[in-house]
């Protein structure tokens, strides 16, 4: 869909057909959040980790969101939300714009005896709840950040700049 600059989107083949022709980031965004409807939501859902700084970023893309488009704009990080919000998010009305945003693991600890790290956890239980959104139908796209520090800063850069 587009890759450029550390920072990936991916969307299944009915999301994709929404965004057709966005060449970078910013477009991406913009035909994404063009779908946002009266009565819509916004949720913004990191499968990063959770810091101060993560936090801040997120939560100015939530108010440019919501000042921008009138829509009501969640946070979550997962998967800490998917015992709660993410049930709503999956099984209520057809009413949430989904931003799911991941990244590489900046500190990978391997699980005591298997053969694989909690940052693959974290992945597989991102891409699970990414594959009930589009299942049930929902206006959902995948960010992957190769660096979620500078990927934050230009993702929150592209939303702002999306929304004018």
């Known amino acids: ?5 550390g920072v990936a989107v991916y969307a299944d083949a009915e999301n994709a057909k929404a965004l057709a022709g966005a060449k970078t980031l910013e477009d991406v965004l913009k035909a994404h959040f063009k779908r946002i409807g009266k009565g819509d939501y916004v949720a913004l859902v990191g499968f990063i980790e959770r810091n ?3 936090a801040a970023e997120f939560n100015a893309m939530r108010a440019a969101l919501r000042d921008a488009t009138g829509a009501a704009a969640c946070l979550g990080f997962g998967p800490r939300f998917l015992h709660s919000t993410g049930q709503a998010y999956k099984g209520g009305p057809l009413s949430g714009v989904f931003v799911q945003v991941t990244g590489k693991a900046k500190n990978d600890v391997a699980v005591p005896g298997r053969g694989y790290t909690f940052g693959a ?3 597989a239980q991102a891409a699970g709840d990414l594959g009930v959104l589009v299942e049930r139908g929902r206006r959902a796209v995948r960010i992957h950040l190769d660096n979620v520090d500078e990927g934050l800063v230009a993702l929150r ?8």
């Open 52 to 54: 101060a700084a993560h």
């Open 121 to 123: 956890v974290i992945a």
């Open 1 to 5: 869909m587009f890759s450029g600059n």
């Open 157 to 164: 850069r592209a939303v702002e700049a999306a929304v004018k």
